[in-house]
Protein backbone atom coordinates (compact mmCIF):
# COMPACT_ATOMS: atom_id res chain seq x y z
CA UNK A 1 0.00 0.00 0.00
CA UNK A 2 1.09 3.99 -0.83
CA UNK A 3 1.59 5.71 1.73
CA UNK A 4 0.03 9.64 0.31
CA UNK A 5 2.80 12.28 0.34
CA UNK A 6 1.56 15.50 1.73
CA UNK A 7 1.98 17.50 -1.07
CA UNK A 8 -1.24 14.79 -2.56
CA UNK A 9 -3.53 15.93 -0.12
CA UNK A 10 -3.38 19.59 -0.34
CA UNK A 11 -6.43 20.76 -3.09
CA UNK A 12 -4.65 22.37 -6.04
CA UNK A 13 -6.06 26.02 -6.80
CA UNK A 14 -8.45 25.27 -9.26
CA UNK A 15 -10.16 22.91 -6.97
CA UNK A 16 -10.32 25.14 -4.55
CA UNK A 17 -11.15 27.88 -6.65
CA UNK A 18 -14.24 25.76 -7.91
CA UNK A 19 -15.12 25.05 -4.69
CA UNK A 20 -15.19 28.29 -3.60
CA UNK A 21 -17.67 29.44 -6.58
CA UNK A 22 -20.07 26.87 -5.88
CA UNK A 23 -20.27 27.31 -2.07
CA UNK A 24 -20.39 31.11 -2.69
CA UNK A 25 -23.74 30.54 -5.09
CA UNK A 26 -25.33 28.30 -2.19
CA UNK A 27 -24.61 31.01 0.22
CA UNK A 28 -25.56 33.92 -1.13
CA UNK A 29 -28.14 33.16 -3.60
CA UNK A 30 -29.20 36.91 -4.54
CA UNK A 31 -25.39 37.70 -5.57
CA UNK A 32 -25.22 34.21 -7.27
CA UNK A 33 -23.11 34.25 -10.44
CA UNK A 34 -21.07 37.31 -8.87
CA UNK A 35 -17.94 36.17 -7.51
CA UNK A 36 -16.57 36.04 -11.08
CA UNK A 37 -12.96 34.96 -12.82
CA UNK A 38 -11.62 36.43 -15.89
CA UNK A 39 -8.61 34.33 -15.76
CA UNK A 40 -7.54 32.56 -18.93
CA UNK A 41 -5.86 29.62 -16.86
CA UNK A 42 -2.34 28.52 -17.39
CA UNK A 43 -2.04 25.61 -19.47
CA UNK A 44 -3.18 27.17 -22.70
CA UNK A 45 -1.30 26.71 -26.03
CA UNK A 46 0.49 29.88 -27.40
CA UNK A 47 -2.01 30.41 -29.34
CA UNK A 48 -4.55 30.59 -27.28
CA UNK A 49 -2.24 32.57 -25.04
CA UNK A 50 -1.76 34.90 -27.92
CA UNK A 51 -5.59 35.53 -28.09
CA UNK A 52 -6.21 35.70 -24.46
CA UNK A 53 -4.12 38.30 -24.49
CA UNK A 54 -5.15 39.95 -27.00
CA UNK A 55 -8.50 39.85 -25.84
CA UNK A 56 -8.09 41.71 -22.31
CA UNK A 57 -6.57 38.89 -20.45
CA UNK A 58 -3.57 40.48 -18.45
CA UNK A 59 -0.63 38.48 -16.83
CA UNK A 60 -1.20 38.72 -12.70
CA UNK A 61 -4.47 40.03 -12.59
CA UNK A 62 -6.61 38.52 -9.60
CA UNK A 63 -8.16 35.13 -9.80
CA UNK A 64 -11.39 35.91 -8.23
CA UNK A 65 -13.66 39.52 -8.52
CA UNK A 66 -16.60 40.35 -5.97
CA UNK A 67 -16.98 43.87 -7.71
CA UNK A 68 -20.09 44.63 -5.05
CA UNK A 69 -19.09 47.74 -2.78
CA UNK A 70 -18.84 47.15 1.13
CA UNK A 71 -17.32 48.47 4.29
CA UNK A 72 -15.59 51.70 1.38
CA UNK A 73 -14.30 49.08 -0.34
CA UNK A 74 -14.98 49.66 -4.40
CA UNK A 75 -15.03 45.65 -4.60
CA UNK A 76 -13.07 42.39 -3.34
CA UNK A 77 -10.10 41.11 -5.35
CA UNK A 78 -9.33 37.60 -4.13
CA UNK A 79 -5.65 36.25 -5.53
CA UNK A 80 -6.15 32.60 -4.42
CA UNK A 81 -3.38 30.30 -3.57
CA UNK A 82 -3.04 26.95 -2.41
CA UNK A 83 -2.47 26.25 0.98
CA UNK A 84 1.43 25.14 0.78
CA UNK A 85 3.30 25.57 -2.12
CA UNK A 86 1.60 28.49 -3.85
CA UNK A 87 3.61 31.83 -4.15
CA UNK A 88 2.82 35.27 -5.15
CA UNK A 89 4.24 36.48 -8.58
CA UNK A 90 5.57 39.78 -8.76
CA UNK A 91 3.17 40.81 -11.92
CA UNK A 92 0.07 39.67 -8.96
CA UNK A 93 1.65 41.59 -6.53
CA UNK A 94 1.66 44.67 -8.91
CA UNK A 95 -2.10 43.80 -9.69
CA UNK A 96 -2.85 43.77 -6.37
CA UNK A 97 -1.00 47.00 -5.22
CA UNK A 98 -2.89 49.02 -7.75
CA UNK A 99 -6.44 47.63 -7.12
CA UNK A 100 -5.84 48.41 -3.72
CA UNK A 101 -5.14 52.10 -4.53
CA UNK A 102 -8.23 52.31 -6.80
CA UNK A 103 -10.34 51.81 -3.83
CA UNK A 104 -10.63 47.49 -3.93
CA UNK A 105 -10.06 45.21 -1.04
CA UNK A 106 -6.73 42.99 -2.37
CA UNK A 107 -5.89 40.05 -0.77
CA UNK A 108 -4.06 36.94 -0.78
CA UNK A 109 -5.69 34.02 0.16
CA UNK A 110 -4.60 30.78 1.14
CA UNK A 111 -6.67 27.51 0.39
CA UNK A 112 -10.26 27.48 0.05
CA UNK A 113 -10.52 28.30 3.85
CA UNK A 114 -9.27 31.22 4.00
CA UNK A 115 -11.04 32.68 0.78
CA UNK A 116 -14.13 31.54 2.60
CA UNK A 117 -13.11 33.14 5.57
CA UNK A 118 -12.48 36.47 3.56
CA UNK A 119 -15.69 36.91 1.66
CA UNK A 120 -17.74 36.35 4.71
CA UNK A 121 -15.83 39.05 6.53
CA UNK A 122 -16.11 41.26 3.30
CA UNK A 123 -20.12 40.69 3.51
CA UNK A 124 -20.14 40.95 7.41
CA UNK A 125 -19.81 37.88 8.47
CA UNK A 126 -16.84 37.09 9.74
CA UNK A 127 -12.82 38.04 9.74
CA UNK A 128 -10.62 38.76 6.31
CA UNK A 129 -7.49 37.51 5.58
CA UNK A 130 -4.33 39.71 4.68
Known sequence: ???????????????DQIALIQWFDRQYPALAG?????SGGARMTMRTAKRQKAAGNRKGFP????????HGFSGLVIELKRVRGGRLEPEQADWLEWLA???FMA??????????????GYLGEGTPCN
Open 1 to 15: MRLAKVADLIPFEED
Open 107 to 120: VVCKGFDAARDTIK
Open 101 to 103: EQG
Open 34 to 38: RLASS
Open 63 to 70: DLNLLTPR
